[in-house]
């Protein structure tokens, strides 16, 4: 398994933006497609964005389409969230995760990834 690291998070204004970061040690990060989750207070995990293993692809969450993209640093082992127009509901504990198979059909899924990270906070107030 790959090791993830989330970074990045913390308390920003509605209409603000942040970036996150997912650091990637262990196995070998290139081979493994990767994926952003939240969980907000009382919900349950939802999907966000995922990418490809060549990074050529991109998916998202109807939500947050237009505002926010996911990239991916192959030789810094790195994921990103660039976050922008943040809205309150926006609000949750982001996690990064990692996974060996996936595929446009699977990759919205929880159950898909194989690895994640212990999360970071995402705070927009008013």
């Known amino acids: 398994q790959v090791q993830l690291v989330e970074s990045g998070g913390g308390l920003v204004q509605a209409g603000g933006s942040l970036r996150l970061s997912c650091a990637a040690s262990g196995r070998t990060f290139s081979s493994y497609a990767m994926g952003w989750f939240r969980q907000a207070p009382g919900k349950e995990r939802e999907f966000v964005a995922a990418?490809?293993?060549?990074?050529?692809?991109?998916y998202y969450a109807d939500s947050v389409k237009g505002r926010f993209t996911i990239s991916r640093d192959r030789a810094k082992n790195t994921v990103y969230l660039q976050m922008n127009s943040l809205k309150p509901e926006d609000t949750a504990v982001y996690y990064c995760?990692?996974?060996?198979?996936?595929?446009?059909?699977?990759?919205?899924?929880?159950?898909?990834?194989?690895?994640w990270g212990q999360g970071t906070q995402v705070t927009v107030s008013e």
């Open positions: 990418i490809t293993v060549s990074g050529g692809t991109t």
């Open positions: 995760a990692a996974a060996s198979y996936g595929s446009s059909w699977t990759l919205h899924l929880a159950r898909t990834y194989d690895s």
